[in-house]
């Protein structure tokens, strides 16, 4: 059975930083893209990051460039999202997703970060 | 950017008759789209793609349709299970530039 768990959410202050990680299981984590996928609360869903499946290329959403950086360690069967610089328009549940045909075939169930003072 | 447009914003139907869902996009995405439902704290779930696929394990009665720039979700017959926010996403451009529609809540009438 495929599952990916999120963690490392929380609440940062603005400027700050948060690590997000997304351990899966259940299926060839190497072999696929990967992504991240956020919902700020009450909204829609927004892509944010993917990563090819031996981390060469990643690409981003324009206004996380610069601030945040996808990773993946193949190895232990993780994604990562560090978050740098953090802004309240950041907030949101943020989703690790299996990339297949470049739409999410499997979620996980979302770690919120809260990004105020 | 690719700019998703969904409607209507909420639909009202009762169990059992058909619900009809659109999405337009901004400029053409041939077959590049996908539909996906989720549930309230749930994460959303794949239903579509390449426009009119099902997912693994998605019932018949959900069907997609069109290509370029309009694209319908149709329900044939409503559950009750069905109920929930319905969003669309294009994937046509490369370098990614992966977009959701703002989603239409189905609601029971």
């Known amino acids: 059975e495929v599952q990916l768990v999120e963690s490392g959410g929380g609440l940062v202050q603005p400027g700050g930083s948060l690590r997000l990680s997304c351990a899966a299981s259940?299926?060839?984590?190497?072999?696929?893209?990967m992504k991240w996928v956020r919902q700020a609360p009450g909204k829609g869903l927004e892509w944010v990051a993917s990563i090819k499946q031996d981390g060469s290329e990643k690409y981003y959403v324009d206004y996380v460039k610069g601030r945040f950086t996808i990773s993946r360690d193949n190895a232990k069967n993780s994604l990562y999202l560090q978050m740098n610089s953090l802004r309240a328009e950041d907030t949101a549940v943020y989703y690790c997703?299996?990339?297949?045909?470049?739409?999410?075939?499997?979620w996980g169930q979302g770690t919120l970060v809260t990004v105020s003072s | 950017e690719i700019v998703m447009t969904q409607s209507p914003a909420t639909l009202s139907v009762s169990p059992g008759e058909r619900a009809t869902l659109s999405c337009r996009a901004s400029q053409s995405v041939s077959s590049n789209l996908a539909w996906y439902q989720q549930k309230p704290g749930q994460a959303p779930r794949l239903l579509i793609y390449?426009?009119?696929t099902r997912a693994t394990g998605i019932p018949a009665r959900f069907s997609g349709s069109g290509s370029g720039t309009e694209f319908t979700l149709t329900i044939s017959s409503l559950q009750s299970e069905d109920f929930a926010v319905y969003y669309c996403q294009q994937y046509k451009n490369w370098p990614p530039e992966y977009t959701f529609g703002q989603g239409t809540k189905l609601d029971i009438k």
């Open positions: 259940g299926f060839t984590f190497s072999s696929y893209w």
């Open positions: 997703a299996r990339e297949w045909y470049s739409t999410g075939d499997y």
């Open positions: 390449g426009a009119s």
